[in-house]
């Protein structure tokens, strides 16, 4: 058995937690002009997804917090 243990981080995206980043991204993308099949976009979409998984999954503080970095 495995010691070590399992963190939150490490678990898969459920289609819930996708739709919440993506319409995140979409408002983000929209307000900051920002194309949504560009490399911004990308770079803005891990971000959001390293923010999700660091436990950050209510959508208007995800969406400040990656506000905030632009």
Request: hydrophobic fraction near 45%; proline fraction near 4%; charge should be negative.
């Amino acid at each position: 058995m495995l010691d070590t243990p399992i963190h939150p981080r490490d678990l898969p995206l459920f289609s819930d937690d996708l739709d919440v980043i993506s319409n995140v991204l979409d408002e983000v993308c929209a307000v900051r002009g920002v194309g949504r099949r560009t490399q911004e976009a990308e770079r803005l979409a891990a971000l959001m997804i390293q923010l999700y998984r660091q436990g950050v999954r209510d959508g208007a503080k995800l969406a400040a917090l990656t506000k905030a970095y632009l």
